[in-house]
């Protein structure tokens, strides 16, 4: 008898604390500042469209699978075009993955006075067997944004551009991931990567109530509405992170929030930041949060026409004052 009543207890209990951890997967916020338009901007809304709509539509899914390499290919072409359009020269990391040559797409701004000082711009052109607007059109659609940006200026440390092959699974948290091989070559060198930004999925935005979900427990101190974009770092990042937050704020009308988490809680290191992460370099992720937000992640219906791309304008015009400040702009 005492047995049953202590098992009834305890599926009570475990039935209770479920529901609360549950709750702390929605958004408490309810009074977050919200986005009411952009300000002067330096970023062209079509000119963002345009990128993503080359990637996504005109290219489509692209990957070393699914028949796919072909368009892997193509994008890897696009991406370099753009970068040399902007005239940078541009030079490619390869290796060998799946029996497959692939390759990181880099380009550099040499710094004036601390060029041995890095600071590094990343996203991933790889998809998920799908169209990729968000995820990952829209992060490399910033990163080009940005490489146009500090094409016609002089900062005081190196400023690098990184397109990522192979984010995506099975590829993911694995010694072949472009990152990885990135960064564990960096590491080797010694070289000296000061801050690193990577870009993820950063063009969904929604204004609809209760649209934004969080890992657990992270829910009561966050938004419930998916119309801001999110700045996660881990301890180690998070002085980088509260300088740019500051710096982002005075140049942006998009609401900006800051997460510091460790790397197991779920999503904070699903992209390729943890890979600066895992050789000690301070490093944070720009993203919409992917599925917490976007049910069109890792489908065919994740296409340019979901996306908002006044809002990643107004991004944009934030990350342009962080690069700036990161890199000692002239």
Same mark, same amino acid.
């Given at each position: $008898? ?19 951890? !549950?709750?702390? /997967? ?10 009411? =338009?952009?300000?002067? =901007?330096? /970023?062209?809304?079509? !000119?963002?469209?345009?990128?993503? /709509?080359?990637? +996504?539509?005109?290219? =489509? ?6 028949? *796919? ?7 890897? +072409? ?6 040399? +359009? ?36 990343? %996203? ?25 940006? %500090? +094409?016609?200026? !002089? ?45 993820? $999925? ?47 704020? !005075? ?42 937000? *976007?049910? *069109? ?16 304008? %107004? ?11 990161? %890199?000692?702009?002239?």
């Amino acid at each position: $008898m005492v047995s049953g009543v202590r098992v009834k207890h305890l599926l009570i209990f475990t039935i209770a604390a479920y529901a609360v951890l !549950k709750t702390t /997967t929605l958004g408490w916020y309810f009074l977050a500042p919200r986005y009411h =338009g952009r300000s002067a =901007g330096k /970023t062209s809304d079509e !000119k963002l469209r345009a990128a993503v /709509t080359a990637l +996504a539509s005109d290219i =489509g899914p692209r990957d070393l699978f699914n028949n *796919n390499k072909a368009r892997l290919r193509r994008s890897e +072409a696009y991406v370099a075009g753009r970068l040399r +359009a902007a005239g940078y020269k541009v030079r490619f990391q390869e290796y060998m993955a799946a029996g497959v040559k692939v390759r990181n797409i880099i380009a550099a701004k040499r710094g004036v006075s601390l060029p041995d000082e890095k600071i590094v711009l990343g %996203a991933h052109y790889d998809t998920f067997n799908n169209p990729g607007a968000d995820d990952n059109a829209s992060g490399v659609a910033g990163l080009l944004e940005l490489a146009d940006y %500090a +094409a016609g200026k !002089k900062f005081t440390r190196t400023v690098e551009f990184a397109a990522f092959v192979n984010e995506e699974p099975p590829f993911f948290k694995k010694d072949t991931m472009g990152s990885a091989v990135y960064t564990a070559s960096a590491a080797a060198s010694g070289e000296r990567i000061a801050a690193a930004i990577v870009l993820e $999925m950063i063009g969904f935005y929604t204004d609809a109530r209760a649209s934004q979900r969080y890992p657990p427990l992270v829910g009561p101190f966050f938004p419930s509405r998916g119309n801001f974009i999110a700045q996660v770092a881990d301890l180690r990042s998070a002085r980088l992170a509260a300088r740019i937050s500051g710096v982002f704020g !005075k140049a942006s009308t998009l609401p900006l929030r800051t997460a510091v988490l460790p790397a197991f809680v779920p999503g904070a290191d699903y992209s390729d930041h943890r890979s600066f992460w895992a050789h000690g370099y301070q490093a944070v992720m720009f993203t919409d949060t992917a599925f917490y937000r *976007n049910a *069109n992640y890792h489908s065919a219906s994740d296409k340019p026409d979901t996306l908002n791309y006044e809002y990643m304008a %107004a991004l944009l015009d934030g990350l342009k004052a962080a690069l700036d400040d990161l %890199a000692g702009a002239k």
